[in-house]
């Protein structure tokens, strides 16, 4: 007799019996784990995932005990962004309604490439990006912004609209630029950025001026807001006059820092955005969503048009003509997820009284953080933070010593700090986006490393 196969999604029953077992499953792998990420190194962690035996068996296990196993030895090996001393990188903890929302944009599973397989989620996809542009280009009249994997994807397609625009066109970054802009030069046969150096972590404007004194032809300007290694922001202002005086064009990385626009005390720190003709946004960075929740915002939604591809099997002319919306060209992605239903959950639910909250909590913890450096005799602090992040180390070590520290932390599993050259030196970072923290979180990872460096 002919098994039946397994239950899809749709069955509410099937799916809130599995959610509790991954729940339970969630919750002993983190008991398991014991603090923010699991303790003995790569080998060790290796070790017991291998141990879960074949990953592949002739006959499976079953949906209760490969879901049990896999969720829990998962969870036991995570670093854990909810956990207040995991503070190395952009890596947020997500909110539980955006989880929760994300769990019902995979149960329905629409396919953002046509109205057909999405209706509602494209329309809602429509509305958001549309608002969230407006925040961004407030008062411009026609922005719009499409939905993207995050700061890589969003950065390259800045690229490639100005590459549509002007054939021949050349990138300046600073020294401090994400990388993607390197890479996104290279996968669109554009020639490698001219980098402008950075010695104080952020674009200089007369440095930046003369650069482009030395180009000719078309040129983007990539400035940044959050820099990756320190959270600096580049003086958007004076660089939008020098592109603008020059005929340059400008583009700004926002990824980390473009959250800040909700929140009223921080807000000025992006003042100039709005000169851009693109912008990156992250919400899975000061946003606090599952990744993938990226955004490329730009100020003339006619920029666009250029993305626009025809394929009959989805967006046929005459069913565009009959009113059916276009899809293809909001991506350059065919099947995507509906990301944008987790963020429209959390926006909301929180609004922009709730969302800047949340910015101003991690923006203060940042400057608590900085506060306990400063009084603690054995520590120096690089400079008062500009985001959420602080640079750090130990008074007197060397660049070893602070590497060294970094990995025995994470060999033990007790705290997880990123690294960071400034000033020719080396730094830990801690990159604090965990609303939860508290003062005495702050001052264990500052007892931990003293700890480290002492042995």
Not at 182 to 203: D, K, N, Q, S
């Amino acid at each position: 007799m002919r098994a039946s196969p397994p239950p899809l999604a749709a069955d509410p029953t099937a799916l809130s019996r599995l959610l509790g077992i991954t729940l339970d499953a969630l919750q002993e792998g983190a008991q398991a784990r014991g603090g923010p990420l699991p303790a003995g190194g790569p080998e060790a962690v290796a070790r017991r995932i291998g141990a879960l035996g074949d990953v592949l068996p002739e006959t499976g296990t079953g949906p209760d005990e490969a879901l049990r196993a896999l969720v829990r030895a998962l969870a036991e090996g995570a670093a854990d962004p909810a956990h207040p001393r995991c503070a190395a990188h952009l890596h947020t903890p997500p909110l539980a309604l955006a989880a929760a929302a994300d769990l019902a944009a995979s149960a329905l599973n629409p396919s953002m490439d046509s109205w057909d397989q999405a209706p509602a989620a494209s329309a809602l996809e429509a509305e958001v990006t549309a608002a969230l542009a407006a925040e961004v280009f407030p008062g411009t009249g026609g922005p719009d912004a499409l939905v993207t994997t995050g700061g890589t994807e969003s950065n390259q397609l800045a690229l490639l609209l100005a590459r549509e625009r002007h054939r021949d066109v050349k990138t300046v970054v600073g020294a401090n630029a994400h990388h993607s802009f390197r890479r996104a030069a290279w996968l669109l046969g554009l020639p490698e950025p001219v980098t402008v150096p950075t010695p104080r972590g952020t674009l200089d404007p007369a440095a930046l001026a003369e650069a482009l004194d030395r180009e000719t032809g078309p040129v983007l300007v990539a400035a940044t807001a959050g820099t990756t290694d320190e959270g600096l922001i580049d003086p958007l202002p004076a660089l939008a006059d020098v592109c603008a005086a020059r005929g340059a064009e400008l583009h700004v990385d926002a990824a980390y820092g473009g959250p800040v626009l909700f929140s009223r005390t921080h807000r000025h720190l992006l003042d100039g955005l709005d000169r851009a003709r693109t912008v990156t946004v992250d919400l899975h960075k000061l946003g606090w969503q599952p990744a993938a929740a990226g955004l490329l915002a730009v100020r003339d939604a006619a920029d666009l048009a250029v993305l626009g591809h025809t394929a009959d099997y989805l967006n046929a002319d005459d069913d565009t003509e009959a009113g059916l919306p276009d899809l293809l060209g909001r991506s350059l992605r065919t099947t995507r997820r509906p990301d944008v239903l987790k963020t429209a959950v959390t926006l909301r639910a929180l609004g922009r009284t709730g969302f800047g909250a949340l910015v101003d909590r991690c923006m203060e913890l940042a400057q608590e953080l900085a506060d306990l450096v400063q009084k603690a005799p054995g520590f120096d602090l690089h400079t008062r933070p500009t985001l959420t992040t602080v640079l750090f180390r130990p008074t007197g070590a060397d660049d070893g010593t602070v590497a060294a520290i970094r990995r025995t932390l994470l060999a033990e599993g007790r705290a997880v700090l990123g690294r960071a050259k400034a000033d020719g030196r080396l730094w830990l970072k801690a990159t604090l986006l965990n609303p939860h923290t508290t003062p005495g979180d702050l001052a264990e990872i500052l007892t931990l490393v003293e700890g480290s460096a002492h042995r």
